[in-house]
């Protein structure tokens, strides 16, 4: 059977280094299904997808990683967000054509931000400049620069698939220089098309078929959003009176489009009273407390 919409964890066991291979299938087509944009612009949100969801699974958290892409260029925003239970979803805008060009040529001056939101803690923030010939050239960048860490990655997507490979040294006080080289020498041999045509297994063999590998359970991934119609009363309400007052003396109804998965929420005058009288009780009886 062949494997898709999986992320595969693995380590070397006699070696100080571990890695995460993932490919994207059906949660890919949804996710871009409602984004517009030439077809490398897609490409960036699924490589973006793919690493999201590989930098999520190096960390233990609950909550959601949020890869962030900003520039001056004819692309302006690439987002990619992956929880710890591994449902993705993304969004990029920017120019409705944009020619094919190196990382620097399509964002422009920019920079990626990575965010860590912990539903048990703080939000953790790394930036690094978008600099480098691709997505996965930054993103080796930011371990590098922010957590001290040998990393490399693969990314790629085409109209059907959005995959990864990541290796990354174990942060131990061992010295694992001789390793991480020995690594990084066999994995250089990988091919974009080795990427999209083997599952997990076969790819390992093919790289590491003399080391000893230990390879984890498959861990599904899948498209979901995390918009509501609670979650959108939340924001209006944030917005008080006078605002929202004044935005449905020009319009009738106040309209509000998900830019990741373009579910629509329509709210009148009625509803907007109501969210106003609610949400005020809410936090007043919990102010009282």
Not at 183 to 197: G, S
Not at 201 to 208: D, G, H, P, S
Request: hydrophobic share 40%; net charge negative.
């Amino acid at each position: 059977m062949i494997e898709q919409d999986l992320l595969r964890r693995f380590l070397f066991e006699e070696l100080g280094v571990r890695g995460e291979w993932v490919k994207l299938t059906h949660s890919w087509q949804a996710a871009k299904f409602h984004q517009r944009g030439s077809e490398n612009v897609q490409q960036q949100l699924g490589q973006a997808l793919a690493a999201v969801v590989m930098l999520s699974a190096t960390v233990k958290f609950t909550g959601s990683m949020i890869l962030q892409a900003q520039g001056d260029g004819d692309i302006k925003t690439l987002v990619a967000q992956a929880t710890d239970q591994r449902k993705i979803r993304g969004l990029v805008r920017g120019k409705e054509n944009v020619a094919e060009g190196s990382l620097e040529t399509l964002f422009g001056q920019g920079r990626l931000v990575l965010t860590i939101e912990s539903e048990n803690g703080q939000p953790y923030q790394g930036i690094v400049p978008l600099r480098g010939s691709n997505l996965a050239a930054v993103v080796q960048t930011y371990f590098e620069q922010s957590e001290q860490l040998k990393t490399r990655l693969w990314l790629f997507a085409n109209a059907t698939h959005a995959v990864g490979l990541l290796l990354q040294e174990l942060p131990t006080p061992e010295d694992h220089e001789a390793d991480w080289e020995h690594i990084e020498i066999l994995a250089n041999t990988v091919t974009e098309q080795e990427l999209f045509d083997l599952d997990c297994e076969q790819l390992l063999y093919r790289l590491f078929n003399e080391e000893k590998v230990r390879l984890f359970d498959p861990e599904p991934v899948e498209f979901s959003c995390a918009c509501s119609r609670p979650n959108i009363e939340k924001t209006l309400f944030a917005m008080g009176r006078t605002e929202l007052e004044d935005i449905l003396k020009e319009q009738d109804i106040i309209e509000v489009n998900c830019e990741f998965c373009s579910e629509q929420y329509r709210f009148d005058k009625i509803d907007v009273e109501n969210i106003l009288s609610q949400h005020s009780n809410v936090n007043t009886s919990e102010t009282r407390h």
